[in-house]
T-cell receptor, first 112, second 113 residues
Framework: ETGVTQSPTHLIKTRGQQVTLRCSSQ?????VSWYQQALGQGPQFIFQ???????GRGNFPPRFSGLQFPNYSSELNVNALELDDSALYLC???????????FGPGTRLTVT | AQSVSQHNHHVILSEAASLELGCNYS??????LFWYVQYPGQHLQLLLK??????LVKGIKGFEAEFIKSKFSFNLRKPSVQWSDTAEYFC???????????FGQGTELSVKP
């Protein structure tokens, strides 16, 4: 059984640029959630996708957007990057929205 | 507002000592509770979960947690820690079977050999 995978591992971008992060969910999971983890903090919920539809969103501005594909993989897009967007971005998949979530290794984004 | 708080930011123990990490959650309806662990350089792993039933839940690696509804608590325990338990521990809650996991700020555990 393949776990949650994310790409890329690390990314360096300049303020104002756009970035796309990718996630492949665990086999059999139809729900993907994205989180932002700043240094020394717990992960903060960005949004969740269930069967290709957004199923809840946290307190993040609209420049954070996402997609889920028919194979349940997912993308997180961030436009107009700001310095404060520098963080570890985590993807988690689950069997359904209310089930336990399994996390990928994350993508470390640095905005300069 | 729905929230999770962890009592200790950093805990230092010697090997074989007993561990208890505190976690409290706010009232907000039906709640499912989790403990996750993040070992150095590794991703978040699920230690244990509580959905319903027996309030004492057992997880991997000898960890257990007790759900006390009257205290809004879900403390993590281990009778005897090992050096390999050095990691960051996160308590998290799912309210009303939604998908938004709310995390505490984490507790860093350092175990001295």
């Amino acid at each position: 059984e393949t776990g949650v995978t994310q790409s890329p591992t690390h990314l360096i971008k300049t303020r104002g640029q756009q970035v796309t992060l990718r996630c492949s969910s665990q086999s059999g999971h139809n729900t993907v959630s994205w989180y932002q983890q700043a240094l020394g903090q717990g992960p903060q919920f960005i949004f969740q996708y269930y069967r290709e539809e957004e199923n809840g969103r946290g307190n993040f501005p609209p420049r954070f957007s996402g997609l889920q594909f028919p194979n349940y993989s997912s993308e997180l897009n961030v436009n107009a990057l700001e310095l404060d967007d520098s963080a570890l971005y985590l993807c988690a998949s689950s069997l359904e929205p209310g089930a336990e979530q399994y996390f990928g290794p994350g993508t470390r984004l640095t905005v300069t | 507002a729905q929230s999770v708080s962890q009592h200790n930011h950093h805990v230092i123990l010697s090997e074989a000592a007993s561990l208890e990490l505190g976690c409290n959650y706010s009232y907000g309806g039906t709640v499912n509770l989790f403990w996750y662990v993040q070992y150095p350089g590794q991703h978040l792993q699920l230690l244990l979960k509580y959905f319903s039933g027996d309030p004492l839940v057992k997880g991997i690696k000898g960890f257990e947690a007790e759900f006390i509804k009257s205290k809004f608590s879900f403390n993590l325990r281990k009778p005897s820690v090992q050096w390999s338990d050095t990691a960051e521990y996160f308590c998290a809650a799912l309210y009303n079977q939604g998908g938004k996991l709310i995390f505490g700020q984490g507790t860093e555990l350092s175990v001295k050999p």
